[in-house]
C-alpha cells in the first residue's frame, strides 16, 4: 500500500473520539513545515522524503498529508501515489496560490503566521484575501416577478405563463 492510501486511510478513519487529537497532530507538524518553508523563503524545500520526515519530527503518513495540502499550490504538482520515503522532492511554492489555498482550507493557525512578512507584504496578503472572499461570493439569479414578462418570451405574464401553478 502507497504512503498517500495510508493517508487517506488515515484521514477518513477518524472517529468523534479520535479526530480532535488527529488534527491537533496533524496542524502542529504542519505549522513546523510552513514556518521552516516561510523563514527560508525563497529557498525550494528539497530533499528525501525519509529525510524531511525525520527533520521535522513528522509521522510519514502525516507528511503525506502535508504534501496533499502544498500539491495545489506548487508549480508542478506531483503524483502522490507514487511517493515513497525515498522521493527526493524539490517543491517550487507558489506562494500567492499558497496563502490563497490557506484561506481557501480556513487555516487560520497557517495564514496568520508571523513568518509571511518576510515572504508577502500586507497589502498583498489582503489582496488574495480579498481575491478569496470574491471567489466565494454567490451570485444568485434574479427570478422573474410575478406580473414580469415570463423570460421565456411568450409576451405573457410570468404568473400566466412559465409561473402558472399545475
Request: aromatic letters at 12%; charged letters at 35%; glycine letters at 6%.
Amino acid at each position: 500500500m502507497s504512503l498517500f492510501n495510508d493517508w487517506n486511510d488515515l484521514l477518513h478513519g477518524q472517529t468523534k473520539g479520535t479526530i480532535d487529537a488527529f488534527w491537533e497532530k496533524y496542524a502542529a507538524t504542519e505549522t513546523r513545515i510552513y514556518k521552516y518553508i516561510l523563514e527560508h523563503y525563497p529557498e525550494h524545500l528539497k530533499g528525501r522524503v525519509g529525510d524531511l520526515v525525520e527533520q521535522f519530527e513528522a509521522d510519514k503518513v502525516i507528511f503525506v498529508g502535508f504534501l496533499d495540502g502544498i500539491n495545489t499550490s506548487i508549480k508542478e504538482p506531483m503524483d502522490l501515489k507514487k511517493v515513497t520515503l525515498d522521493t527526493e522532492l524539490d517543491l517550487d511554492i507558489d506562494y500567492e496560490t499558497l496563502y490563497f489555498n490557506m484561506h481557501k482550507a480556513d487555516a487560520d493557525y497557517l495564514w496568520g503566521l508571523e513568518e509571511w512578512d518576510k515572504v508577502l507584504p500586507v497589502e498583498r496578503r489582503e489582496e488574495i484575501y480579498n481575491e478569496y472572499r470574491r471567489s466565494r461570493t454567490v451570485h444568485v439569479e434574479k427570478k422573474p416577478g410575478r406580473n414580469d414578462p415570463c423570460p421565456c418570451g411568450s409576451g405573457k405574464k410570468y404568473k400566466n405563463c412559465c409561473g402558472k401553478r399545475a
